[in-house]
């Protein structure tokens, strides 16, 4: 069975920081595309931050220059470094992880979430 478990989010102010990590289980995360997403109230879930199996990042505009995705694959775990943290980055954070099959749908999991406020 797979699971996506984030935790590490909570409340922080204005320029603050936090990383949220994703510990995966049931699968590899370096053989997958891992993303972080986010969804704030009344809004579509949005992509935040993107690795992919290869060690391609990319990143929202909004996010860039501000925060890290990154990979420990000895942990199987997936971080995502939020620094200078705004009000409009309150969101619940969720991980992703994606495979593409060339034959088949692709292998699309996802965690729970993990509720970030930033408020003073």
């Known amino acids: 069975q797979v699971q996506l478990v984030e935790s590490g989010g909570g409340l922080v102010q204005p320029g603050g920081s936090l990383r949220l990590s994703c510990a995966a289980s049931g699968i590899t995360v370096s053989r997958y595309d891992m993303g972080w997403y986010h969804q704030a109230p009344g809004k579509q879930r949005e992509l935040v931050a993107g690795?992919?199996?290869?060690?391609?990042?990319n990143y929202a505009d909004s996010v860039k220059g501000r925060f890290t995705i990154s990979r420990d694959n000895a942990k199987n775990t997936v971080y995502l470094q939020m620094n200078s943290l705004k009000p409009e980055d309150t969101a619940v954070y969720y991980c992703?992880?994606?495979?593409?099959?060339?034959?088949?749908?692709?292998?699309?999991?996802w965690g729970k979430g993990t509720l970030v406020t930033v408020s003073s």
């Open positions: 690795i992919t199996s290869g060690d391609s990042t």
């Open positions: 992703n992880a994606y495979y593409r099959r060339s034959y088949a749908p692709p292998i699309d999991y």
